[in-house]
C-alpha cells in the first residue's frame, strides 16, 4: 500500500522564539526526528513505485484544486502582485504526481496576471521531500513540466531543497505560499507508549485508549512544530494549502473511518505468525507513524499556537 509523504489558512507573522533558535538547535531536531529518513516513497517508475501508485494521492490534489486556486488569488491580490514569488511543495515525493501542484500555481499566477494587466512574478518553486527521496526521478519529468508551461511567459525556476519538513527548510521571511499534499499525517517517529497495543500496527477498535492518545499526543507534537517553523519562514500575508488524511467519525476516538488497510495489514501480520512465517514479538514491535486526525484535533492544535 502506497501512500504519499505526504483547507486554506492565512499565514501571519510572528516572530516565535523556537525552542531551538541557533544552527546547533536545528541539528538537534534533526537527530531528534532521525527516524523520518525511514519513511521516504519507493522510488524508480517500475511496477512497485510510488509514481506508478499514487492515483489515490493524485485524486486528492485534485480535489483540492479549488482551496489551491482561491488561495493564490488572495495571495498575489493581498501582496499587490509582487514582482517575485517564492513557493514550497512540502512532501513532494517523486514521480508524474510531483509537478502538478507547481503547474497549477504557475498557470493560476499566469492568467490572473493577465486578468488585472499586472506583470507576471518571478516564481521560485521549491520541491521538498527527504534526503533519501527519489529525486532523480523527480527531475527527469523537469522538460515535461516545463513542455506544458511554453505557454507561460512568465519566469520561473525549479529548485530541490531535500530535509524532513519538521526541521527549517528556508531562511526566515522567505515563502509565500506552502503547498502540502498527503504529507502531514505521516509522523516524525513512531508514538512511545504503544506497549499495550498488541499485535496493532495501527489503532483499532481491540487498541486500548492509551494507544489512541499517544497517536495524538505526537501528532500534536509534530504539527505544532510544522506550524511554528512555518510561521518563522513565511512573509507577512502569506497563505498555506495543506491536505492530509483524516476521519469523519468523532463519537469513538478507536473507530478509523478512512484507514481500514492498516488493520488489514495487522491481521495479515498476524497470519504470517500463526503460519511460523514471522515472530510474534517483530510483529508485536512494529507500529506505523501515521496519524489521521479529525477537523476537531486539527483545529484546536492551530488554535492554541495562533500563529
Not at 66 to 92: R, W
Not at 250 to 261: A, E, G, Q, S
Request: hydrophobic residues 35%; charged residues 20%.
Amino acid at each position: 500500500m502506497d501512500s504519499r509523504f505526504t483547507h486554506s489558512t492565512l499565514s501571519s507573522r510572528c516572530d516565535y522564539k523556537a525552542e531551538y533558535k541557533s544552527n546547533n538547535g536545528d541539528e538537534e531536531r534533526s537527530s531528534k526526528y532521525s527516524f523520518v529518513s525511514a519513511l521516504c516513497m519507493s522510488g524508480g517508475e517500475g511496477d512497485n513505485s510510488y509514481s506508478t501508485n499514487s492515483l489515490l494521492q493524485r485524486r486528492a490534489l485534485a480535489k483540492a484544486k479549488p482551496v489551491l486556486v482561491k488561495s493564490i488569488k488572495e495571495l498575489m491580490t493581498g501582496l499587490n502582485f509582487p514582482k517575485y514569488i517564492k513557493v514550497a511543495d512540502l512532501g513532494c515525493s517523486s514521480g508524474q504526481n510531483t509537478f502538478l501542484a507547481m503547474s497549477e500555481i504557475i498557470n493560476t499566477v499566469n492568467v490572473l496576471c493577465q486578468k488585472w494587466n499586472q506583470n507576471p512574478p518571478e516564481i521560485d518553486c521549491c520541491l521538498n521531500d527527504l534526503p533519501s527521496n527519489d529525486f532523480n526521478t523527480t527531475f527527469k519529468f523537469l522538460h515535461s513540466f516545463k513542455e506544458k508551461n511554453l505557454t507561460c511567459k512568465m519566469a520561473y525556476f525549479v529548485s530541490g531543497v531535500p530535509g524532513s519538513f519538521y526541521s527549517r527548510l528556508f531562511p526566515r521571511k522567505s515563502l509565500h505560499l506552502v503547498h502540502s499534499s498527503y504529507g502531514l499525517h505521516w509522523l516524525s517517529k513512531v508514538p512511545e507508549g504503544l506497549e499495550k497495543n498488541h499485535m496493532n500496527v495501527y489503532i483499532t477498535t481491540s487498541s486500548p485508549l492509551s494507544a489512541y492518545m499517544a497517536y495524538l499526543k505526537q501528532f500534536e507534537r509534530d504539527f505544532t512544530t510544522f506550524l511554528k517553523l512555518r510561521s518563522e519562514e513565511m512573509v507577512s500575508n502569506g497563505r498555506m494549502v495543506l491536505t492530509f488524511t483524516g476521519r469523519n467519525n468523532m463519537d469513538n476516538p478507536l473507530h478509523r473511518d478512512c484507514c481500514h488497510f492498516w488493520t488489514l495489514l495487522s491481521k495479515s501480520l498476524h497470519d504470517l505468525v500463526i503460519e511460523g512465517l514471522v515472530s510474534a514479538s517483530k510483529v508485536d514491535s512494529f507500529y506505523m507513524p501515521f496519524y489521521d486526525p479529525s477537523i476537531e484535533e486539527v483545529k484546536e492544535i492551530v488554535g492554541k499556537e495562533g500563529l
